[in-house]
Nanobody
Framework: QVRLVESGGGLVQPGVSLRLSCVAS????????MGWYRQTPGKEREFVAQ???????TYGGSVKGRFTISRDSAKKTVYLQMDTLKPEEQALYLC????????WGRGTRAPVSS
């Protein structure tokens, strides 16, 4: 059973950077496709970034140019570097694995003080 554990969240001030990590475990498959969404109460879950097995990267429109997704395949870990955070971007950041987004972590909170 695949298990995803996110970490790296924490209270930051606007304009500050934060780096999230997501470690996959529990199966023998390769790292595959992994990505991030974020969830804010009362709003739909928003796509943030994805890195496919072959390396293709896509970003949500609101984070392009400020967020960077990367991975360490040997560690089965995907990272999300978030620069110039905005107060409205405080959310629960959720990691997923697989092209069909079949496996999810429980998320890590990244509150941004205003």
């Amino acid at each position: 059973q695949v298990r995803l554990v996110e970490s790296g969240g924490g209270l930051v001030q606007p304009g500050v950077s934060l780096r999230l990590s997501c470690v996959a475990s529990g199966d023998e498959s390769s790292i595959g496709t992994m990505g991030w969404y974020r969830q804010t109460p009362g709003k739909e879950r928003e796509f943030v970034a994805q890195i496919r097995a072959g390396g293709l990267i896509t970003y949500g429109g609101s984070v392009k140019g400020r967020f960077t997704i990367s991975r360490d395949s040997a560690k089965k870990t995907v990272y999300l570097q978030m620069d110039t955070l905005k107060p409205e971007e405080q959310a629960l950041y959720l990691c997923y694995k697989g092209m069909m987004q079949t496996n999810w972590g429980r998320g890590t909170r990244a509150p941004v003080s205003s």
